[in-house]
C-alpha cells in the first residue's frame, strides 16, 4: 500500500509517477497540483534560498496519515504554494539593484524614489536597490554629484570609502587609488578606513595614495562648459578628459601626482589641454585618431 504520508513529495522530485498519483487522487485535484509542479520547476530564483523555499513547499504538501481520508483538502496546498510565490516574488524584487553606467562622453541625471537627484559623470556607474526608499544604500564608481532631497539620508558606497548624507548636495570621485569628496550644501560624513569626517559647505576631504588631506574653497561641479579642481593629481585630471572626450592619454609617469588648480573646459578639448599642460610646463601631441601623448616641454 502506498505510504499516504510520502506520496506527494515523492511525486514532486519525480520519484512517483502521474499515471501512479492518479490513482490515488481525483482529476482535479492532480490538475491542480500539476500547475503548482509546472510553475515550480519554471520559476528561475537567482538566489540562494531557493533550495530551502522549495523544502518548504515539499514539507508543507506531506500528507499527515488519516483513517477516514487520506488526501488533505486541496485549498491548503494551493494557499501555502501561493504563500511561498509571494515571499519569493516580494524577496527577489528587494534583492534586486538598479544599475546605471555611462560611456565616454555621456552624463546621466537620476531620479531616485525618495526625489534626489544624481547627476552621473561619464565612465561613471551607479547601482541602487529597486526598493530604495527602505535601502538606503547606493555604490559608486567614478564620479557623481548628489542633491539629496530635503530630509532624506542614504550612504553612499566606494571602494575607498563611504559618505553619509545628512540633507545637502555633495559630489564623490572613487577611483581605484582615488577618493574625493566635495560638501556643497548641509552636511556629509565621510568614512575612510579608520578616518571619519563631518562636512559642511566649502569643505572637502581627499584620499590619495592612502593619505588623507583637507581643505575649504567653492568648487564648480555642476557648470555644463567646465570643470574646477584644487590641488588635484594631474592623473585625476587627464582621467576626467580622457572620460569626457573618449580618447586615451599618456603622459610621463613622475606627472601623476603632479599638482593642479584650475578649470578645464568640458566643450573644447584643445582648450581643456591646454588649461593643464600650460601651468605644468607639458605639451601635448596626436598620435592618432583617439591617443594623446604628453611630454615635459
Request: with cysteine; proline share 2%.
Given at each position: ?40 520547476k519554471g520559476y528561475d530564483l537567482k538566489t540562494p534560498e531557493l533550495e ?246
Open positions: 500500500m502506498e505510504n499516504h504520508e510520502t506520496y506527494l513529495a515523492d511525486w514532486f522530485e519525480d520519484r512517483m509517477t502521474d499515471e501512479a498519483l492518479q490513482q490515488l487522487i481525483s482529476k482535479e485535484e492532480f490538475l491542480e497540483y500539476s500547475r503548482i509542479k509546472r510553475a515550480i530551502s523555499h522549495f523544502q518548504l513547499i515539499k514539507d508543507k504538501m506531506v500528507l499527515q496519515k488519516e483513517t477516514t481520508k487520506p488526501v488533505i483538502a486541496l485549498w491548503k496546498y494551493i494557499t501555502v504554494a501561493a504563500s511561498v510565490f509571494l515571499c519569493i516574488g516580494v524577496f527577489a524584487y528587494f534583492s534586486t539593484s538598479h544599475s546605471v553606467i555611462t560611456d565616454y562622453g555621456q552624463n546621466r541625471i537620476i531620479r531616485l524614489a525618495d526625489h534626489s537627484r544624481v547627476h552621473l559623470d561619464p565612465k561613471s556607474a551607479l547601482s541602487y536597490s529597486n526598493f530604495f526608499k527602505y535601502s538606503r544604500d547606493l555604490t559608486l564608481s567614478g564620479e557623481a554629484y548628489f542633491e539629496a532631497a530635503k530630509g532624506s539620508r542614504f550612504t553612499v558606497h566606494t571602494g575607498q570609502g563611504t559618505v553619509t548624507v545628512l540633507g545637502t548636495k555633495f559630489n564623490v570621485i572613487a577611483s581605484d587609488d582615488y577618493f574625493e569628496v566635495h560638501c556643497d550644501e548641509g552636511r556629509v560624513r565621510v568614512d575612510a578606513g579608520t578616518s571619519s569626517f563631518i562636512l559642511t559647505p566649502g569643505k572637502s576631504v581627499r584620499v590619495n595614495g592612502g593619505k588623507v588631506s583637507q581643505w575649504e574653497g567653492e568648487r564648480s561641479y555642476l557648470k555644463v562648459s567646465e570643470r574646477s579642481f584644487y590641488r588635484t593629481p594631474a592623473s585625476v585630471v587627464f582621467e576626467k578628459i580622457e572620460n569626457q572626450y573618449g580618447i586615451h592619454i599618456d603622459f610621463p609617469d613622475k606627472m601623476r601626482q603632479a599638482s593642479f588648480t584650475g578649470a578645464i573646459s568640458n566643450t573644447d578639448f584643445n582648450k581643456a589641454m591646454q588649461s593643464i599642460c600650460l601651468p605644468l610646463h607639458l605639451k601635448y601631441t596626436l598620435q592618432s585618431p583617439g591617443k594623446i601623448t604628453v611630454t615635459n616641454e
